[in-house]
Structure formats: C-alpha cells, structure tokens
C-alpha cells in the first residue's frame, strides 16, 4: 500500500511539473519548440517511455509530424491531403510499432488527442482571460 501511495504521488508530482512547464511555455509565446518540448514531457510520461524507447522514438515521432505539416502546407485539395495523410499514418504506424509495444502506440493516439484538447483548452482560457 505504501508503495501504491508513493508511486501515485510521483505521477501526481509529474503530471502538475508537466502542467507548470506547460503554462509556462505558453505564457512565453507560440513557439512551436516550447510546443514540442511540453509535448515531449507529457508523452514520455503518459506512455512510460524508458531512456531507450524515448531515443529511439522522438527523432520518427517528429519526421512524421514534419512531414504531415508539409502535406497541410503543399496546397492540394483537402481530399487528397486526407488520404495521403492516411497513408503517412499508416507507414509510421508500422514504424513506431517496430519501436514501442503495441500497448504504448496505441496510447500514443489517445496521449496526442489529449495534448491537442490541452492545447485548445489552454488557448480558449487565454482568450477569455484577455477580455475580462
């Protein structure tokens, strides 16, 4: 039980230290590296990522994010972006499973539609806080 109590105090410690860093990146500005360095954290932390896996996976994770901004940016109708964004997610899909137990890719997703509503939440406050 002690144990138990220790463990959820260190999740609990982590998770506010990654809401401060988060806070703190976004009252510097939009700067997609203050972004991408609170992204990093909370994945690291929601997906239990070792030194090893976190190595291996950040450098892919980012390529596929470079590369589906660069399909948003190439001007092709929003169709043809889906299904070529489609067939990106499903190539690194493959890649990341070759990297992380299918456990974690899988709360990967889960992990990336929580940051994304994080990050709207964050910017909905701020734009309510700038009109009172």
Excluded at 69 to 79: E, N
Excluded at 85 to 91: A, R, T, V, Y
Excluded at 109 to 125: G, P, S, T
């Amino acid at each position: 039980m002690k144990y138990l109590k220790k463990m959820l105090s260190g999740y609990f410690m982590a998770f506010i230290l990654y809401l401060f860093a988060f806070q703190t990146a976004w009252a510097q500005g939009d700067s997609k590296d203050q972004v991408n360095s609170v992204k990093v954290g909370y994945f690291t932390q929601e997906l239990g990522l070792n030194t090893q896996e976190a190595e291996k996976f950040w450098p892919v994770y980012f390529e596929y994010q470079d590369k589906k901004a660069a399909l948003r940016r190439s001007g092709s109708g929003p169709i043809e972006i889906q299904e070529q964004e489609l067939k990106l997610s499903k190539e690194y899909d493959q890649m990341f499973r070759t990297i992380l137990p299918s456990a974690k890719v899988d709360k990967l997703y889960e992990a990336e539609k929580a940051f994304r509503q994080k990050l709207i939440d964050e910017v909905k406050d701020r734009k309510s806080q700038g009109r009172d």
